[in-house]
């Protein structure tokens, strides 16, 4: 076994790899870009070395500088992950040709399955099934023409050279078919270079099953299962389970045998995957073989008690499987969803950010090894941890949230859990419509297909219904609480109460379109709580929890248990959790705002009467947007002056203790040149 590998890659899988290896004793080196200085992947490796910018070309791409740093690092073997080098057949050779074992099969077999038609007629020849089609050498139009009617429609072009549904044309009958060639060769001669095509029956509602196969150095290939990726947007993979729904025993050794047929013919070695393409009927095809470690693995893992980068560190150190085909047994259900810093409600837009609120799911990290002998429930593949960014210039994948049941509907049942658990502050994420997903009737009933998203669209994307009360009341409670004293007792909750009336206020709050206002009564023990017309006596309850910004709350006789996030000037930035969900307000401060009016002209001014109670800067002092300049006291409250910009404090104008008029000018502000 190696001593010391070098991890090729980044983000999760880098931690994936590397946990592994610490737990057989390896020593791992890490590769970093200057935008991963900080990394998670760069901290659980023995060793770090910067091998260029942010820019993947300029760093994870740059097989030079990796061999480099493997040799002078003396590392043994290199994993290259998912994704920058894994099927890079000459980044496979190069690693040989300095003396570095590749963690992946021959780049021979890498090149076997790189191009799509080859890899078919290869396939033929081993007797793997195909979608019936033509996939030759004749590119002639009128013979093209003639295989799409043999065929039959509706019939499928494909760019050879293509992948990931790019240069793909659906004909639905003859006459189409002339325009639809020409135009699928342009995108192909545009996209790869090369404008061969190949034409297939088209399936109208497929499934995508595939195989985990796993082939050594001594002849043997097993097959550990299958994984049903059949949720995908944009070939994308959203949701990912073993067993696929449905699967039979029969049907599972035929896939399994077909896979490990493919593997054999091209002289697999090491973890490979066999995409296959199914019928609803589960009649299944070959459509391309992936020849690394993929991202969904551990859904593999958790059925079958494997872990797959032990297999693959073994077999790449020339031992043999470590379990033959009929010790291979499936325990259970396990589902994936990916969990990713992006923006569904504006097309999956990737969102850049600070993970500022990072709270996870109790949960094992494979580290803690839960998975191996008694299958974890939960379990969470990531390579960001709370404070870290992610950035423009990779995959915005934040986390693998991973969870096992004996059955699906348990696993379905966790997954659902964790997901509302699942809490994070800083960037927009898929989780809300991950919980939509998985909770709809196509998912939750297994009826499943590659036109799962599409075809349910209204029920993923529905309109934002009205913040309830119970978020609302969170919201204010959350910020009646940052607005006490710091040194008070913070389950005091009678702060504004006074003897001979009863305080009144309102906070207003903004969620995209909508806007709410909070009616605030203080009573002798917690407020009377209004919005939308509902209304309730709060109090707040024990805290025997978790976190700072934990806050359970008694309206009328229910209890409410929630988490919310202020950030921002006034914290005007507020995101409450609770029931599993996540509401994200502008919390708008009527005197902050009042400020910034009238800072450009350099004055702060009361916006109503009262008492000034404290002055917490003095003439000259530079400050930052929503730093605390004054506190005042007006309606019975106190309130703190900000900073409504960046600025320099000119001359203060009132004493603590002096009594102001509204209209006020309380200080003179300007602004640095
Ligand atoms: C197909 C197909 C229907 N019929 N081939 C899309 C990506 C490429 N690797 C293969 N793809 C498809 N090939 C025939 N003959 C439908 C798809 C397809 C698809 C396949 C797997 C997973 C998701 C998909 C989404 C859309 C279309």
């Not at 590119?139 to 039959?152: K, P, S, V, Y």
Request: with cysteine; net charge negative.
């Amino acid at each position: 076994m190696f001593s010391k590998i070098l991890i090729a890659n980044r983000g999760e899988i880098a931690c994936r790899v590397a946990a592994t290896a610490r737990r057989l004793g390896i020593k791992t080196v890490a590769v970093y870009s200057e935008a991963d200085a900080d990394a998670k992947h760069v901290a659980v490796c023995d060793e770090a070395v910067l091998i260029g910018p942010a820019p993947a070309k300029e760093s994870y791409l740059r097989a030079d500088k990796i061999i480099e740093v493997a040799l002078a690092t003396g590392a043994q073997a290199v994993h290259p992950g998912y994704g920058f080098l894994s099927e890079n057949s000459e980044f496979a050779d190069a690693c040989a040709k300095a003396g570095l074992v590749f963690i992946g099969p021959p780049a021979s077999a890498i090149r076997a399955m790189g191009s799509k038609s080859a890899a078919k007629s290869l396939m033929e020849k081993a007797n793997v099934p195909l979608v019936p089609g033509y996939h030759g050498d004749n590119q002639d139009a009128d013979f093209l023409q003639g295989e799409a009617d043999r065929i039959g429609y509706p019939v499928l072009l494909k760019a050879s050279a293509g992948g990931g549904g790019k240069g793909m044309r659906v004909i639905e009958n003859s006459a189409d078919f002339k325009a639809a060639l020409a135009s699928c060769k342009r995108e192909a001669i545009s996209s790869f270079g090369d404008d061969k095509v190949l034409a297939e029956k088209y399936l109208t509602r497929p499934r995508h099953i595939e195989i985990q196969v796993f082939a050594d150095t001594h002849g043997n290939c097993v097959y550990l299962f299958e994984r049903d990726c059949s949720v995908q947007r944009r070939h994308q993979k959203v949701l990912e389970e073993a067993p696929a729904p449905g699967m039979t025993a029969e049907r599972r050794a035929a896939m399994g045998d077909a896979a490990v047929a493919a593997a054999k013919a091209v002289g697999y070695v090491g973890a490979g995957t066999v995409e296959f393409i199914a019928n609803q009927d589960g009649s299944f095809y070959f459509m391309e073989m992936n020849t690394r470690l993929q991202v969904e693995h551990p859904v593999t893992e958790m059925i079958s008690g494997t872990d797959l980068v032990e297999w693959q560190l073994r077999v790449a150190a020339g031992q043999p499987l470590p379990l033959r085909q009929d010790q291979l047994l499936i325990n259970g259900h396990a589902i994936e969803a990916r969990i990713y810093a992006e923006n569904p409600e504006k097309g999956f837009l990737p969102s850049i950010g600070t993970l500022r609120h990072n709270r996870t799911p109790q949960a094992v990290s494979f580290e803690l090894g839960g998975s191996l002998d008694l299958p974890a429930a939960v379990r969470i593949d990531s390579g960001v941890r709370e404070g870290d960014s992610i950035s423009p210039f990779y995959d915005p994948m934040i986390a693998k949230l991973i969870v096992w049941g004996k059955d699906r509907n348990q696993a379905l049942a966790r997954m659902a859990q964790a997901l509302a658990e699942y809490q994070i502050v800083g960037l927009s994420t898929n989780i809300a419509f991950l919980q939509r997903l998985i909770s709809g009737k196509a998912f939750s009933s297994a009826d499943l297909d590659t036109g799962l998203i599409e075809r349910n669209h209204a029920e993923l994307f529905p309109q934002a219904a009205a913040a309830p009360l119970p978020v609302l009341a969170l919201a204010a409670v959350a910020q009646l609480q940052s607005e006490r004293q710091p040194g008070g007792d913070p389950w005091q909750s009678g702060h504004g109460w006074r003897m001979n009336s009863t305080l009144q206020r309102t906070l207003h709050y903004a969620e995209e379109s909508q806007a709410y206002e909070v009616g605030v009564g203080y009573l002798a023990e917690g407020w009377n709580v209004s919005a939308a017309g509902a209304q309730a006596r709060v109090t707040l309850v024990g805290n025997d929890s978790h976190g700072p910004n934990d806050l359970s709350l008694k309206l009328g006789d229910q209890t409410v248990h929630g988490t919310v996030v202020q950030y921002g000037a006034n914290g005007e930035n507020v995101h409450v959790f609770t029931g599993g969900g996540h509401t994200v307000l502008h919390y708008a401060d009527p005197l902050a705002h009042a400020g910034e009016a009238e800072a450009e002209s350099g004055r702060l001014t009361a916006p109503m009467p009262g008492k000034i109670v404290a002055v917490m800067v003095s003439a000259g002092q530079e400050v930052k947007k929503g730093d605390a300049l004054m506190i005042m006291e007006a309606m019975k409250m106190e309130h703190t002056i900000s900073a409504p910009v960046d600025g320099i404090v000119d001359e203060i104008l009132y004493a603590v203790a002096d009594q102001v008029a509204e209209g006020a000018q309380l200080l003179a502000f300007r602004q640095p040149e």
